[in-house]
C-alpha cells in the first residue's frame, strides 16, 4: 500500500503518522520527492482500512499495491536510483542520465593479461574493469578462475589504473575477500542464492545483480528485493540473455526487459552483450541497442588474445574492437544526452 502526502505537511506529523502505522504491525519506508512524499507500507496492509488512512489531515490518497516486491517499485520510488561507486579517479555513477562502461575479460588469467587489458579498456574510455576471479562452469573439469589470486590482481590493476573493479561473488563464505571489490557481482547462476542475497543485503556493498538465464523479471526483481530488504539500495540490474529455443546464439537478449524493468522498477539496469550472444561481432549491435531503449550501462569482455583465453574467447572482443565499439557509442548516447 501507498500513502501519498498532502505538500506542505511537516516532518512532525510524518513521523506520528509512520509511528502509529508501526504499531499496527506493518512497516513504514519513507521516500521523499523533488514535489511529493511517499510513505510505503510494507507487510499485511489487508488488516488496515483504507478509509481509516483517509481520515488523516496528511494523507492525500492511498493506492493499493499488487506486485509482490515492494522496496525496488517504482510506486514506492518514483525517481530514478543513482548508484554510485567512489574512484580516486572520479566517482562513477550508474542511473538517471548517468551510463557506465564496464570492460576486461571474463577470467583473470596472469598479471601480464589483466594489467594489458586495464590498460587498454580505460584508453578506450571504460569506466570500470571487470574480470572474473571465481568462475562458476558448467563443467566441473573447465578453469574455474584463481579465486583469491584473482582479486588480488584486480586490485593490483584497479592500483595501477584506477579504475574501479567489479568481479563474480559464488559463495557467501568468500565475502570476507571482497571488501576491496568496487562492485560486487551476482550471476546468473546465484541469482536465486537467497541466503546469500541476505547478507549482500547487510555488506551495503554496490551490488550488480544478472538476471538468471530461465527467469522472469517479476522473479529476478524479488531477488533485488531480498537484498533492498536488508539495507542495501545500491543495486544494479543486468540483463545478460535468457534460455529459449534458439541455438544460433548462446542466449536470447530480452531487449524488452529494460523498458519493462525502467517502469517497474527506480533501479538502474545494464546489459551484458557478450553473455547476450557468445558471439564477438553481434556485441556492437546488441550494445547500440541497449543503449536505445534505455539501458544505463554496458558490461562487455575484451580480451587482448582471444584465441588463447581460458574462458569464453568466442564473445570476447580484442581492445582495438573495444575502442571502436566504445567511440560509437560515445556518439550515440551524446545524441540521447547521457553523460
Not at 547478507?199 to 517479476?218: C, D, F, V, W
Request: proline fraction near 4%; include cysteine.
Amino acid at each position: 500500500m501507498i500513502i501519498v502526502v498532502k505538500k506542505g505537511s511537516t516532518e512532525n506529523q510524518i513521523k506520528s503518522f509512520c509511528d502509529y502505522i508501526e504499531k499496527t504491525g506493518l512497516k513504514a519506508n519513507i521516500w521523499v520527492g523533488v514535489t511529493t512524499t511517499v510513505i510505503g507500507l510494507i507487510g499485511d496492509d489487508s488488516l488496515i482500512d483504507e478509509r481509516l488512512l483517509l481520515s488523516f489531515d496528511i494523507v492525500e490518497s492511498v493506492k493499493r499495491v499488487t506486485e509482490p516486491y515492494k522496496k525496488v517499485n517504482r510506486k514506492y520510488h518514483p525517481d530514478d536510483t543513482i548508484v554510485t561507486i567512489p574512484s580516486k579517479i572520479g566517482d562513477v555513477k550508474i542511473g538517471e542520465g548517468y551510463f557506465v562502461i564496464m570492460a576486461g575479460p571474463c577470467s583473470v588469467e596472469s598479471e601480464e593479461q589483466i594489467l594489458t587489458i586495464a590498460k587498454e579498456v580505460k584508453k578506450a574510455g571504460a569506466t570500470m574493469l571487470r574480470g572474473g576471479a571465481y568462475k562458476p562452469r558448467t563443467s566441473p573439469y573447465a578453469f574455474q578462475g584463481l579465486g583469491t589470486n584473482g582479486i588480488d590482481l584486480l586490485l593490483k590493476a584497479k592500483k595501477e589504473t584506477g579504475l574501479p573493479i567489479v568481479t563474480e561473488i559464488m559463495d557467501v563464505r568468500c565475502l570476507d575477500g571482497f571488501n576491496e571489490v568496487d562492485l560486487i557481482q551476482v550471476g546468473a547462476r546465484n541469482m536465486q542464492n537467497f541466503e546469500l542475497l541476505k547478507e549482500l543485503g547487510k555488506s551495503k556493498k554496490p551490488i550488480l545483480l544478472k538476471r538468471g538465464l530461465a527467469n522472469t523479471i517479476e522473479e529476478w526483481l524479488m531477488s533485488a528485493e531480498y537484498i533492498l530488504s536488508k539495507g542495501n539500495d545500491n543495486i544494479i540490474l543486468c540483463e545478460r540473455g535468457i534460455r529459449t529455443f534458439e541455438t544460433f546464439t548462446r542466449n536470447t537478449l530480452d531487449i524488452s526487459a529494460i523498458p519493462a524493468i525502467k517502469e517497474l522498477s527506480h533501479l538502474p539496469i545494464i546489459v551484458d552483450p557478450s553473455h547476450a550472444t557468445g558471439v564477438a561481432r553481434f556485441v556492437k549491435p546488441i550494445s547500440m541497442a541497449a543503449v536505445a531503449v534505455g539501458a544505463d550501462g554496458l558490461i562487455i569482455e575484451v580480451h587482448n588474445d582471444p584465441v588463447k583465453a581460458l574462458c569464453d574467447g568466442a564473445q570476447s572482443l580484442k581492445p582495438e574492437a573495444f575502442a571502436a565499439v566504445v567511440k560509437d557509442l560515445k556518439d550515440m548516447l551524446k545524441l540521447k544526452g547521457k553523460n
